[in-house]
């Protein structure tokens, strides 16, 4: 098969919708378009029956009951529903108080955790930001040193998003559960492409996307338990009482029956993706580090997705890589905050060097990747960075010898 | 984002790339101007060196840089202007005429504004090397 340009490389962004989902969803736009919540008439009961056929796909996904699953608009949603939601339901004080009790995440969680623990910190609650060692992995020690009595909220994600590493979840779930403090997770990254069992994995709340797992844009799932314990949030968008009280408004149909059948297709096909990106995404790394010096691929060496490669190309800027290898779409740092000039702050946060974190890429492949343009990506990388090293104040300086970082660089 | 057709030309044949030889050689060379401007966790860097005659022109010039292919742009444009300059013509380049030349976007500015500090730098260290007097009012501009 020829190859055809530009390449996708970006799938940890967002996935290119599968066609048999797209024909899944085909009918709820024109045939049975009707309201999930109109209760009189055949319009509504069969918009009614599909979202509940995609409630069954999402839960046996991730091993839930049906009624566990809350649809929203996305992981964005899920995560401020679930940390907004679980914190203000289990608050220790009412409104305009202090001390309203204690919330655990890290600091390299994805901005829509970060950004509602900041306002949870503003309104009187009391946040553990952990910072996880250069590897990026969070482990169950981490949260354990940082449990207190008044502890109400854990929330650490699966997989990071920029670098592709996985947290210690089922043990940090296992040791809420002994704790009794309620343990969310944003696995965005993680569910349809690894195997989920919110029961043996010890999961309170789970959020996850259906556009990162092939399905449409704009539809999610958050994941409520309702056994062992039950857990109850405070709904953030009032109105109508849909989705159990917890997300109000009509249901978005189309998507919902989208993601159900996306989620049912990567639980058909799991093993065999997983075992195929795995070994494109080896090619991948082990290629870029035998053909290039100052190369280092980011994150913890075993505890990785297969899907995602975040490498560093020491002395070369990331702009001008991506520039050079434009028909590769992917991305510096993350997608979003790539209109910045600013180095990705995970990285930043692990300690990695600001010369090695300017210029990282984050590869990310999909279904669709091919072994193809796996060995177009590596060529084109390899001249690119060649290019720019001839080009490299920086790369000159550390072939003299001269540490780069103990220059004292006039900043602008 | 979109480069300009000119910006993508720089970034895949750029003018003038390299060096009259390593830090330490250039260090010793009285001929020879050395600017460096910018810093690694900026995301840019740039080198520029000008082989200057006893008649203060501009022989030669070469330049490295470390950053955006608006940066790589920017920096081999101006070698290629003051290529056979004088000095006191090398310091009347202003940024926003390479800002102009490479239609580049505002937040591409400081890139501009790199190249023109670069010139300055260079003849500076020139000048420093040969006990010249910095040429007034120019160089005090670029102090910002």
Not at chain 1, 120 to 142: C, H, K, N, Y
Not at chain 1, 221 to 232: K, Q
Not at chain 1, 335 to 350: D, I, Q
Not at chain 2, 113 to 127: G, N, T
Request: charged share 25%; proline share 3%; aromatic share 6%.
């Amino acid at each position: 098969m020829a190859l055809k340009l530009p390449i996708y490389m970006d799938n940890a962004a967002t996935t290119r919708t599968d066609p048999r989902v797209v024909e899944a969803m085909l009918p709820y736009f024109t045939e049975k378009f009707g309201n999930a919540a109109s209760r009189n008439h055949v319009f509504g009961w069969d918009a009614e029956d599909g979202v509940e056929t995609a409630r069954e796909q999402a839960a046996a996904l991730v091993g839930a009951s049906s009624k566990e699953i809350i649809w929203t608009s996305g992981s964005t949603e899920s995560n401020n529903l679930a940390i907004k939601g679980a914190a203000r339901m289990y608050a220790k004080g009412p409104e305009g108080t202090k001390n309203r009790g204690h919330i655990i995440t890290c600091v390299i969680e994805h901005k829509a955790v970060l950004d509602p623990c900041k306002r949870l910190e503003r309104e009187g609650f009391d946040v553990t930001w952990i910072s996880p060692p250069a590897d990026g992995v969070v482990t169950r020690q981490m949260i354990a040193d940082a449990i207190r009595p008044d502890t109400i909220l854990v929330s650490i994600m699966w997989v990071n998003n920029e670098i592709g590493t996985i947290n210690e979840v089922p043990e940090i779930g296992k040791l809420c559960h002994e704790k009794g403090i309620i343990f969310h997770t944003d696995a965005t990254q993680w569910v349809g492409k690894m195997p989920t069992d919110v029961e043996r994995d010890c999961i309170d709340l789970m959020s996850w996307s259906s556009h990162k797992i092939y399905g449409p844009k704009g539809v999610g799932a958050l994941y409520v338990r309702r056994r062992n314990p039950r857990v109850r949030l405070e709904a953030i968008i009032d109105g109508g009482g849909h989705e159990r009280g917890m997300r109000s408004g009509t249901l978005n149909v189309t998507g919902v029956v989208g993601f159900g059948k996306a989620c049912e297709l990567c639980r058909e096909g799991m093993d065999a993706d997983r075992e195929r990106l795995y070994s494109l995404k080896q090619k991948l790394e082990r290629e870029l580090l035998s053909r290039l010096e100052v190369v280092q691929v980011n994150g913890h060496a075993d505890r990785r997705v297969p899907h995602i490669a975040n490498i560093s190309f020491g002395y070369v800027e990331g702009e001008s890589l991506l520039m050079g290898i434009k028909d590769i779409a992917c991305s510096s740092g993350s997608a979003c905050t790539s209109a910045s000039l600013e180095p990705s702050y995970v990285l930043k946060n692990l300690g990695i060097g600001d010369e090695l974190a300017h210029s990282s890429l984050r590869l990310s492949i999909g279904r669709w990747t091919t072994e193809a343009e796996i060995d177009y990506a590596i060529q084109a990388i390899e001249k690119s960075v060649q290019h720019l090293r001839t080009l490299s104040p920086l790369w000159d300086l550390f072939k003299e010898g001269i540490d780069v970082s103990k220059i004292e660089w006039q900043s602008h | 984002m979109a480069y300009s057709d000119k910006v993508i030309d720089h970034y895949q044949h750029p003018r003038n790339v390299g060096s009259f030889g390593t830090s330490k050689d250039v260090a010793a060379r009285r001929d020879i101007g050395v600017g460096i401007v910018g810093a690694p966790e900026c995301g840019d860097v740039m080198q520029l060196q000008l082989r200057i005659s006893d008649e203060g022109v501009i022989e030669d010039a070469k330049f490295k840089c470390f950053g955006c292919g608006s940066a790589i742009a920017s920096s081999s444009l101006a070698t290629e202007w003051i290529k056979g300059r004088t000095i006191d013509e090398a310091l009347t380049i202003r940024n926003t005429q390479i800002v102009e030349e490479l239609s580049l976007p505002p937040v591409k500015i400081h890139c501009s504004v790199l190249a023109e500090d670069s010139i300055r730098s260079a003849i500076a260290d020139f000048q420093k090397k040969n006990g010249l007097a910095a040429a007034k009012a120019e160089t005090d501009a670029a102090a910002h």
